[in-house]
């Protein structure tokens, strides 16, 4: 059964989303049609197509995202919306054919002239997204720059590049950059635990992703050895899955590697901030003596 499809899926998705919306014929854009037989006589499926369209053509919906001029998650509210018609012309096979661009445009409840405006293309087939700006990529918020210090510039750019490639439709190549990261945590946590005179590295380069996770588990957050098949998750994601899957699951992957790194900056703040009390209470001793 096809997935029911909302009208903000079509402003929160990346560039050339196709959306199965058909309609053959141009009769709905007459006023009143709503009213006729004719319109009464289609099925539930072809008036929900009728709908989408109107309200893509005159928007009545909120945007709430990010303002790249604010900085910050504002409210967008339409102002704008347009149906330019290229070619309506009737066939023998499909009825009436339609191609047309439907244009909106929203501005910024805190500051009008901050602008978003949307493309879509309206065609026999279907819809597709075919325009943005600013694009789908800048809406998005990057990752804490806090990280940085855990994972290094290089891999902080390649997450960033993550969030990049799935706004842009690309779910495949956003696992592969967040599996890298995944992997540069457990190699970071290797280095460390190699150190230790009982290490038996032969049986650690012989173990599945899952054991060397348990080997490591006192180098590694708790969420990583809570949550063990992540990795097999992204794995999968790279070999197998779609990428209409990967898009689905990546909001999911990606909240995964900030909690496994805001875990990674807790520790860090809660160990420099037990060394600041701890050498405080030693000066307060030698003080009292």
């Known amino acids: 059964m096809d997935s029911i499809i909302k009208l903000e899926d079509f402003y929160y998705s990346p560039l050339y989303k196709f ?8 009769n709905f854009l007459r006023k009143g049609y709503a009213e006729t037989e004719e319109y009464k006589k289609l ?6 197509n009728q709908l989408i369209i109107e309200s893509l053509i005159n928007p009545n919906i909120k945007l709430e995202i990010k303002c790249n001029e604010c900085s910050k998650k504002r409210v967008f509210i339409p102002v704008f919306g347009r149906l330019h018609q290229e070619n309506w012309r009737k066939s023998a096979t499909v009825g ?6 439907i244009y909106n445009e929203f ?29 789908f990529a800048d809406f998005q918020e990057s990752f804490n ?13 390649e997450l960033n590049k993550s969030i990049g490639l799935s706004a842009h439709g690309i779910g495949i190549g956003s696992f592969v950059y967040l599996r890298r990261v995944f992997e540069f945590l457990l190699d970071k946590a290797h280095k460390v635990a190699s150190t230790e005179s ?29 949550n063990k098949n992540i990795y097999g ?8 899955l779609s990428e209409s899957e990967c898009l689905e699951f990546f909001p ?20 420099k901030k037990v060394n600041e009390i701890t050498r405080s209470i030693n000066r307060i001793e030698n003080k009292i003596r």
């Open 252 to 271: 999911v992957l990606k909240s995964s590697i900030e909690i496994i790194l805001d875990e990674e900056l807790d520790n860090i703040r809660k160990k």
């Open 145 to 157: 720059p806090e990280y940085i210090s855990i994972i290094g510039n290089e891999k902080y750019l």
């Open 96 to 101: 009436f054919s339609k191609e047309g661009i």
């Open 107 to 135: 501005e910024c409840s805190k500051e009008t002239k901050h602008r978003l405006f949307f493309i879509f293309r309206l065609t026999n087939k279907g819809i597709i997204k075919i325009g943005q700006h600013p694009s």
């Open 233 to 240: 998750i992204l794995s999968k994601g790279i070999h197998e």
């Open 198 to 226: 009982e290490w038996d590295e032969g049986k650690f380069s012989k173990s599945r992703i899952k054991e060397k996770i348990e080997i490591l588990r006192e180098y590694l957050p708790n969420f990583i050895i809570e």
């Open 43 to 48: 099925d539930a499926r072809n008036k929900l």
């Open 19 to 26: 959306f199965d919306v058909k309609y053959h014929m141009p």
